[in-house]
């Protein structure tokens, strides 16, 4: 019985070493072909009304005023797999729109699929600069639909630009007679006018100096293959670097590195990957290795300026897909990306010559996705800024690994820790400018196998700072400041019921914690916080090697907070495709509104949300 389960785990298991009847590991069921919404069976949904899946997020800050829209691309993504990004000419705002200046530009990507296919990750670029990285959600026979709206106004510059550009899209998507799913896809932008007010009172847009406005110039630091119109590199290895070569403008004040990761394959679920030492003593040769750490590591003609220690975002399929259906994982829609404040280089590279930036990933196994962009400042009174390297420290990274097990039990502890400091000044027709940029992360990760590797359990928590202070000519220090909280919780237990019946159970806690503030001489300008978690418990109910039964339930509990001005509030539980309750606060509560804030209610096209989130 164990060993034809086996076959059906796709050999995932090295029989002829050892017939242990499984190994509970995320990689492990997401191989399974009857893995996929379209096969589970369903109870309770017999209407045959497409199924509306979402991610929780606060809803976009937007003007009062009317929109205007793009439809700017309408693809039906079928055997895609392996071809060129679709593409779509891109000619900025609408013609017929009355304003010229938006406060707010919005992509909205809606779809829709019917039949069975798989989670697929997507990309979509403009001119090369990537704006959004995404998963698809998963199709029943019924059909799905979703829509993931994001706010790009940080890609003003491109996304206003009085050119044709090029929009492309690659979804890679197989089709065949088992995997019938096609994605229907519409992209459309969304341009929001300034309120009369706002520029009658001077408050144009991106008139502002560095922090407050958006980047001037955003160029693609992404793959050229096939089209020249982005994708992102693979790096398939520890070990492989990717390259990209680009030239900045010689009167640039200001840089800012946006890094998009993605990680699949046998990288999916790299938080719960084994050591090595383990499979190796267990003659385990078919589950992906290398332990549970990585991060990817950026670098500036060979020198490190910083790294991403990534949250762990679950795509629609990870698991039991009856968890994240209808409500997504956290960050699975719109995968976050990480900046990295370049400035101090400047003087490195603002010498009109060609520099390269690389990517690799500690650890990587095949494979993971990175590109970037990088925005810049232009100093709009000079033709050329100077700039110098101050202090620049890159201590290798901190490592350390306890393995401790006994035939196929054990524990792993594995902790890590790194730290990037840069100082630069620059000089501008602003002045003359020091920046410091910090970055300090610290990881833990302990990993138990048990019950003969029946079960795994894994608690792993990454701490990830950004700090940035700018001191001004005036001595004036700007202080800008994130700290991200990934905490994940892991619990999957796989138990033999005999006669050919199998449970799998996985228990789960997704968490992503982000504080944010912002400060000028030592005075609060902005703060905000953000708590989003989603606990899950799904069930898988396997018998004679098939699936024959699933169950899920989530509970999301997501509460934001921006200078006791902005607050949004939801407690969201879904189970088997039904929500079960669903709680909306918008607006905060008086003891918020008691909180004040030093920024008073100004400016709300240069506040802390827009302008600082470029760092
Ligand atoms: C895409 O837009 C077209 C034209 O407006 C519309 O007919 C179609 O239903 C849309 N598809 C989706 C997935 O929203
Ligand atoms: C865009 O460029 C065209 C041709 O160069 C020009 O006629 C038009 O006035 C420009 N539009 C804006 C809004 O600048
Ligand atoms: C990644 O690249 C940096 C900079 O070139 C290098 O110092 C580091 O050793 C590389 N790491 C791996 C795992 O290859
Ligand atoms: C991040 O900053 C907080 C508050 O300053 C500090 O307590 C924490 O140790 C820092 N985390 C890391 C990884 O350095
Ligand atoms: C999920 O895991 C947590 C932490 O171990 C545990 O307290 C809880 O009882 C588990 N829930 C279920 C239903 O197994
Ligand atoms: C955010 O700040 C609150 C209050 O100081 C603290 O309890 C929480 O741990 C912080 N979160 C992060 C992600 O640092
Ligand atoms: C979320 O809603 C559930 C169901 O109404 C309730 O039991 C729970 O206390 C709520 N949680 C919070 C933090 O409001």
């Known amino acids: 019985m164990a060993s034809s389960l086996i076959t059906l785990l796709l050999s995932l298991l090295f029989l002829h070493h050892h017939s242990l009847s499984s190994i509970a590991n995320p990689h492990k069921l997401h191989k399974l072909k009857p893995h996929l919404l379209s096969h589970l069976p369903r109870s309770k949904h017999s209407d045959h009304k497409p199924t509306e899946f979402f991610e929780v997020s606060k809803p976009i800050k937007l003007p009062n005023t009317k929109p205007c829209s793009n439809l700017v691309l309408t693809h039906d993504f079928a055997f895609t ?81 009085n050119q044709t550009q090029k929009l492309s899209v690659y979804l890679g998507n197989v089709v065949d007679s088992t995997y019938t799913g096609v994605y229907h896809v519409n992209v459309s932008f969304h341009f929001y006018p300034v309120e009369k007010e706002k520029i009658l009172k001077g408050f144009g847009v991106n008139s502002g100096f560095g922090f407050n406005s958006w980047a001037d110039l955003v160029l693609p630091i992404s793959r050229n293959l096939p089209l020249n119109d982005g994708l992102w590199f693979e790096i398939r290895k520890s070990g492989e670097i990717q390259l990209k070569e680009f030239e900045i403008p010689r009167n640039t004040y200001r840089a800012v590195l946006e890094v998009y990761v993605s990680f699949h394959e046998n990288d999916e679920f790299w938080y719960s990957n084994l050591p090595n030492d383990y499979l190796a003593e267990n003659g385990i040769t078919d589950m992906p290795g290398n332990g549970p750490f990585r991060e990817v590591v950026v670098s500036l003609d060979g020198k490190v300026v910083g790294a991403v220690w990534p949250f762990t975002v679950i795509y629609t399929g990870g698991m039991n897909p009856l968890l994240w259906a209808p409500i997504s994982g956290i960050g699975s829609f719109d995968l976050p990306s990480y900046d990295i404040e370049i400035t101090p280089f400047l003087g490195k590279i603002l010498d009109g010559k060609i520099h390269k930036f690389g990517f690799n990933v500690t650890n990587a196994l095949n494979v993971w996705f990175v590109d970037a962009n990088l925005h810049l400042w232009l100093d709009k009174h000079s033709t050329k800024t100077e700039g110098k390297l101050l202090k620049h420290v890159s201590p290798p990274l901190v490592f350390s690994e306890v393995s401790n097990f006994k035939g196929l039990n054990g524990e792993f502890t594995t902790n890590a820790n790194r730290k990037v400091l840069s100082i630069g000044w620059v000089k501008s027709s602003f002045g003359s400018f020091v920046t410091h940029s910090l970055q300090e992360f610290s990881y833990s990760n302990s990993l138990v196998m048990d019950n003969d590797a029946n079960t795994q359990i894994i608690d792993q928590k990454i701490h990830f700072n950004d700090t940035v202070y700018v001191k001004t000519p005036f001595l004036d220090v700007h202080t800008i400041k994130s700290e991200k909280k990934f905490p994940l919780f892991l619990y999957l237990d796989y138990f033999d019921q005999g006669n050919g019946h199998y449970l799998y159970v996985t228990n789960l806690t997704l968490r992503f914690d982000e504080n944010r503030s912002s400060k000028l001489a030592g005075c609060e300008l902005s703060k905000s916080s953000l708590k989003n978690t989603q606990d899950g418990l799904g069930y898988l109910f396997i018998e004679n090697n098939h699936i024959v039964g699933a169950s899920a339930s989530t509970q999301q509990l997501y509460s934001y907070k921006e200078d006791g001005k902005f607050c949004y509030f939801r407690n969201v539980s879904s189970s088997d495709y039904d929500i079960v309750y669903d709680e909306v606060k918008n607006g905060c509560s008086q003891r918020e509104l008691d909180f004040p804030s030093a920024f008073g209610s100004g400016n709300q096209i240069f506040s802390h949300s827009k302008g600082f989130s470029s760092i």
């Open 81 to 161: 797999y392996g071809q060129p990004p679709v593409l779509a000419s891109f000619h900025g705002p609408p013609p017929h729109c009355p304003s010229t200046q938006f406060s707010r530009i919005v992509l909205e990507w809606r779809a829709t699929c019917r039949g069975t296919q798989f989670d697929r990750i997507f990309g979509v670029w403009l001119g090369g600069v990537e704006l959004l990285r995404s998963c698809t959600a998963e199709p029943t026979s019924s059909g799905i639909v979703w829509t993931v709206e994001k706010d790009v106004t940080r890609y003003y510059s491109i996304l206003t630009r």
